[in-house]
């Protein structure tokens, strides 16, 4: 007879499913995946190649979901025959017993993707960072975190590219923008919004005096053509700047950095093409990409709970905390979610799902309390 826990396990998972595909509606999913199929089969497909590029990257999408819809329902299906199977010949109950661990394993990961059901969840991020208090420390922590999320990017096979960078003299950055360009790349990152906290002994004074640092991180799904944010000229102030290095004989000594000021005060930067005119087209980008966040925000429910929301980037607004001395921990300090490890450096290296994960589960908990 089939172990009683294996049994129960393998039904809690069932119904589980059960209910995640009919919360997202996976048929009606399904039937737009074939839909956008078909018109790939047809002829003439790849003569408007901007239209099949938006037919694809929506076909991706879908697939991002169902593929792992379908695995783990194929997992649970393998499980019943099995459960059957092992009622006959007890023999086959250490089978049973790895493949329930196997089907609980990939449904967590379609639960994890089931929770990113935004509208841009499974759009680009463009991510900005920006030093607060803290000096030249709150610049270096700056460019800590970004390469802590280039790091967890790579680990995702996900594609960075950068938008703008401004280097601090001394060290790290005095504010940078990119893209992390993957699958749910904003689904994942939209956890990171709000001042990241860092404790440590400064690198750069003498002594061993805890020095505690700030930076801001902000995430915004890139928009596709789907999506129209009027922005009127009349509403923007543009200025223009060198862009480049730090100086010397590559540095670019045109006007060709700009940076967009929107009426409601939203920025947006770019220096990294050497064209103003393909700057001027990312900085715009980049607005309307904000403004969007902020309606949705509003919408939501949430612009409260951000960094900007109180205008400071300073000690009180951290969502995150990171202690290097005198101990080592990293902490979530927002209401609900209750994540932490004293595994500092394995964070700073990308390691940040755990902590993704809970803002997800949370997040979903939220919004399911106010249906």
């Known amino acids: 007879m089939t172990n009683p826990e294996l049994k129960r396990t393998t039904d809690d998972l069932t119904a589980r499913l059960k209910q995640l595909r009919d919360s997202l509606d996976v048929p009606s999913k399904m039937a737009e995946r074939d839909r956008l199929m078909d018109m790939q089969g047809e002829p003439g497909f790849w003569d408007n190649q901007e239209k099949a590029q938006k037919i694809i990257g929506a076909l991706k999408t879908h697939n991002a979901l169902l593929k792992p819809y379908e695995e783990v329902t194929k997992a649970t299906n393998d499980l019943a025959v099995l459960v059957e199977m092992v009622d006959e010949d007890p023999s086959m109950e250490p089978e049973l017993e790895a493949e329930v661990l196997r089907a609980a394993d990939l449904f967590q990961k379609f ?97 061993d005096t805890r020095h505690t640092s700030f930076a801001a991180v902000d995430v915004v799904p890139e928009l596709d053509d789907t999506i129209h944010i ?76 951000r960094y900007d929301a109180k205008g400071e980037i300073a000690f009180g607004s951290q969502i995150r905390s990171y202690v290097m001395q005198p101990y080592t921990l990293v902490r979530d300090e927002r209401p609900g979610i209750e994540v932490k490890t004293p595994q500092i450096m394995s964070v700073l290296n990308g390691e940040i799902d755990d902590f993704m994960q809970a803002y997800l589960r949370h997040k979903t908990e939220r919004q399911h309390k106010k249906k």
């Open 111 to 207: 639960e994890l993707l089931a929770m990113m059901s935004g509208k841009q969840d499974g759009c680009t991020a463009i991510i900005s960072i920006k030093p607060g208090a803290g000096g030249t420390e709150a610049c270096d922590w700056a460019e800590i975190l970004y390469r802590m999320y280039g790091r967890w990017a790579q680990s995702k096979g996900f594609g960075i590219e950068e938008v703008d960078l401004e280097p601090n003299q001394e060290a790290g950055v005095q504010s940078v923008t990119f893209k992390v360009i993957g699958e749910y790349a904003y689904g994942f990152l939209q956890s990171e919004v709000g001042v990241h906290r860092l404790v440590r002994i400064s690198p750069f004074g003498s002594g």
């Open 230 to 305: 009027e922005v009127n000229e009349s509403e923007l102030i543009m200025q223009t700047f060198c862009s480049g290095g730090p100086g010397g004989q590559h540095q670019n000594k045109t006007q060709s950095g700009v940076r967009l000021i929107h009426k409601s005060g939203v920025r947006g930067e770019s220096r990294t093409e050497r064209s103003q005119h393909k700057n001027y087209d990312n900085a715009l980008k980049l607005i309307k990409a904000r403004l969007y966040a902020i309606e949705e925000q509003k919408r939501m429910g949430e612009l409260a709970g």
